[in-house]
């Protein structure tokens, strides 16, 4: 499995953006998929979660009501639509997929596969 990030970029705070990640593999719909994100000098956090149907999503409270986790299973995408952007959102956006199970969830150790990462500064 191959998962690439992008839609990175500065923006400014209360601005847009969205995320993309392409899925390599015949099928995609069997992965559970997750965003997670890195901020310099802190570890890895969750951002939010979705199901192989879409029908079940999860967001980590910093995002809640502010970010959207959705997907394409046909283009083999997952996307992270994240509005009013604050400073505090500032750090590399990371897709994760788990090959064989209908959602992932929160836990990191839970995803097999990871994409290179893409960077999200949001200047105040």
């Known amino acids: 499995v191959q998962l690439q990030a992008s839609g990175g970029g500065l923006v400014q705070a209360g601005g847009s953006l969205r995320l993309s990640c392409a899925a390599s593999g015949r099928t995609f719909s069997g992965y559970a998929m997750g965003w997670f994100r890195q901020a310099p000098g802190k570890d890895r956090e969750f951002v939010a979660a979705?199901?192989?149907?879409?029908?079940?999503?999860a967001y980590a409270d910093s995002v809640k009501g502010r970010f959207t986790i959705s997907r394409d299973n046909a283009k083999k995408t997952v996307y992270l639509q994240m509005n009013s952007l604050k400073p505090e959102d500032t750090a590399v956006y990371y897709c994760?997929?788990?090959?064989?199970?209908?959602?992932?969830?929160?836990?990191?150790?839970?995803?097999?596969?990871w994409g290179q990462g893409t960077q999200v500064t949001v200047s105040s």
């Open positions: 979705i199901s192989w149907s879409g029908g079940t999503t």
């Open positions: 994760a997929a788990s090959v064989g199970r209908i959602y992932a969830g929160k836990e990191i150790n839970a995803y097999e596969w």
